[in-house]
């Protein structure tokens, strides 16, 4: 069974920090065509944040976090990391995980992130 499984967000000051991490089950992140982290801030579409192709060796970012974001991937403990630094009140929303793997996407539920003062 495939699963997706996000975690550690909570309540930043803005300028703080926080570290998400993303689980899999099911599949290994190291074969998927691509895996990504969303944001979906609060009335707004979901939009992508950072990304790694299979054959990419560097993530690619969205503008808005160039410089304050940094995705990882450890593929021994089959786990994605989303380091978000110099938060902005902007960065609140939901931050999503999503694989794509064997010509599916997978999602998973979620980490609330909320930068205020």
């Known amino acids: 069974q495939v699963q997706i499984v996000e975690s550690g967000g909570d309540l930043v000051q803005p300028g703080g920090s926080l570290r998400l991490s993303c689980a899999a089950s099911?599949?290994?992140?190291?074969?998927?065509?691509?895996v990504s982290w969303y944001h979906q801030a609060p009335g707004k579409e979901r939009e992508l944040v950072a990304s790694?192709?299979?054959?990419?060796?560097?993530?690619n970012y969205a503008d808005s976090v160039k410089g304050r974001f940094t995705m990882s991937r450890d593929n021994a403990k089959n786990t994605l990391s989303l380091q978000m630094n110099s938060l902005k009140p902007d960065d609140t929303g939901l931050y999503y995980c999503?694989?794509?793997?064997?010509?599916?996407?997978?999602w998973g539920q979620g980490t609330q992130v909320i930068v205020s003062s």
């Open positions: 999503k694989a794509d793997f064997l010509l599916e996407s997978y």
């Open positions: 099911g599949f290994s992140f190291s074969m998927c065509a691509a």
């Open positions: 790694i192709t299979s054959d990419g060796t560097r993530p």
